[in-house]
């Protein structure tokens, strides 16, 4: 990811702009790689240029986000998707469900859903795998 970095930073300088690939490519090799500050700084720059956050990398920053405790970010991630409407991907919806579930987020858990029934996406009997059994 230095390289990478190195490689955006020379095209910034030359005034060249990063396309939306090279955005989520960025996005998701710092989530993946534990720079997860970089991550979420370059995925507002991605909001602010009006480009999409691919799913790949939006799932990659929430995984990220959650495990690192950054509770606000995630917060604000979560909030501009479903501000957005972008969630036109079952995969994405999937993993907000999750990480707002294991947070005991309710309500976040609950707007997803209604997200998801808006878009035509219903979960798939999978999303609470892991939730313990009622008794």
Known sequence: MNEADRVFKTMLQRNHKPNAAIYNLMIHGHSRGGN??????????????SFACHTVAVIALVKALAREGMNDELSRLLQNILRSCRLNDAKVAKVLVEVNFKEGNMDAVLNVLTEMAKDGLLPDGGIHSSAPAST
């Not at 500050?37 to 240029?49: F, G, R, T, V």
């Open 36 to 49: 997860v500050h970089k991550a979420y700084n370059l995925y507002m720059e991605l909001e602010h240029s």
